[in-house]
């Protein structure tokens, strides 16, 4: 979950805290780069962008899934997911060191890709590693992971912790903290015995 519905949670609630702070950065940014200062339309439009590519990498991301985890495997596409979130933390992180609005709508794109192949391939993972007896049980932390996520990027916003001016970059960098967890800690699980049996033709490492 901490690389999973985690990742989706913690970036539909971290983008609140530092909106003033963005849209400030962006009207900086293009004073700087064209010598006058945007209109309220224009940064409205460009934060807009910011806000819903996230949905749009989402889709993408989604699409993605259930191919990835066919081809690949559960614990495989799990480990791909990654790939986006370090990609977004590393675009948004260094957004305003390199003067660029752009990065954090890349960065919000490649975070959506991230949490819509992690929110469908971790349910589909843990629902297929599960004992029956606790498949349920297990199948709703995604649910849980999800919430912790939201509560998490809430957490980090508060001005006593990341939702300042100085470290908005920071706040936009965090998902690459579970990601990371997930890249060391995933390669020791097992892969999902109904992949092995069903995709791989594996019927003894499924059992």
């Known amino acids: ?32 780069r064209y010598g006058s200062s945007p209109s309220e339309e224009i940064i409205t439009l460009v934060w807009s962008f910011v806000v819903s590519i996230y949905s749009i990498g989402g889709l993408l991301g989604s699409l993605s899934a259930g191919y990835l985890s066919v081809r690949f495997g559960r614990k495989k596409a799990m480990l791909f997911t990654n790939i986006p ?11 305003r060191l390199c003067g660029s609005f752009e990065m954090i709508i890349a960065g919000r794109l490649f975070s959506g890709v991230c949490g819509g192949l992690a929110l469908n391939i971790h349910l589909m993972y843990v629902g297929e590693c599960a004992p029956r007896k606790l498949r349920g049980l297990i199948a709703i932390t995604a649910s849980t992971a999800t919430a912790i996520g939201k509560f998490v990027g809430f957490a980090l916003g508060l001005r006593e912790v990341l939702g300042v001016d100085a470290l908005w970059p920071i706040l936009m960098a ?23 049996l069903i995709d791989k033709k594996d019927k003894e490492g499924c059992i």
């Open 85 to 95: 979130a370090l990609l977004s933390a590393t675009l948004m992180g260094l957004s």
């Open 1 to 32: 979950g901490i690389g999973g519905a985690f990742q989706y949670g913690l970036q539909v609630s971290i983008i609140n805290s530092p909106a003033e702070y963005i849209k400030s950065f962006i009207r900086e940014t293009w004073l700087k």
């Open 174 to 196: 965090v998902n690459a903290l579970p990601a990371l967890v997930q890249l060391l800690t995933l390669p020791f699980f097992p892969d999902s015995p109904r992949y092995l």
